[in-house]
């Protein structure tokens, strides 16, 4: 059977990698583990390390895109799984219903995204457009997105688009219980508004760029 190449990038995030690595490490899916630590300022280098990772670290802080680049680049295996460092509840069941869908080939790109508490919203989710780190995909997928594109929080609706304009088959579900660390906890409250306002000014730019323009 083929195997998997788990890429995560991760800025500052090592309060929470660790365990991360070690749920994607455990599951016999996985061949890799890469964190792309970019531009980190704690011990998130360590962490990933200690924890079984292979760590490339990038010196300057170039964003999520091209971190998850060097990732890929750096990945042996065709089918790459993207996981976000900051995860909770996360568990060798929810990292098999993100890989197996791509890996039996059953789809080109499939998610995983987070429940809501709110059960009208998690039937709602999967009709918007993904946005969402934790997917897996095979590296013809990536290669589809131009490098234009692979700039911070742009680069899921970029693979949106660009693996559905190649009709690729794309497919997402909403896992119950499985979430992350919103920024406002990670980073204080005006700080973290802050970073989800310039997270969310990158999604919506690249929305209307693509499909408007």
């Known amino acids: 059977m083929f195997k998997v190449s788990v890429v995560i990038p991760a800025f500052n995030e090592a309060k929470t990698i660790g365990e991360v690595v ?7 899916l996985v061949s890799e583990v890469i964190v792309v630590n970019d531009g980190s300022t704690d011990d998130t280098a360590y962490e990933a390390s200690a924890s079984g990772a292979r760590v490339i670290t990038l010196n300057l802080n170039r964003g999520k895109a091209q971190a998850m680049d060097t990732g890929v680049l750096a990945a042996k295996n065709d089918i790459i ?30 998610a995983v995204i987070f429940g809501r508490k709110i059960p009208g919203l998690n039937w709602l989710t999967p009709h918007l457009p993904i946005i969402g780190g934790n997917r897996a995909l095979t590296k013809a997928v990536w290669q589809l997105v131009p490098k234009e594109y692979k700039i911070k929080f742009q680069i899921e609706i970029a693979l949106n688009y660009f693996a559905h304009r190649a009709g690729k088959k794309c497919g997402v579900e909403v896992f119950p219980g499985f979430s992350q660390y919103i920024k406002e906890q990670k980073y204080g409250l005006w700080r973290g508004l802050w970073r989800r306002t310039k997270m969310n000014w990158d999604v919506v730019w690249v929305f209307v760029r693509l499909y408007f323009f």
């Not at 070690?22 to 016999?28: G, H, I, M, Q, S």
């Not at 509840?89 to 080109?108: C, H």
């Open 22 to 28: 070690r749920v994607a490490k455990n599951c016999d």
């Open 81 to 110: 799984c993207f996981l976000d460092a900051d995860l909770k509840n996360f568990t060798n069941d929810v990292l098999r219903r993100i890989i197996n869908p791509v890996l039996e080939s059953r789809y080109d790109m499939y």
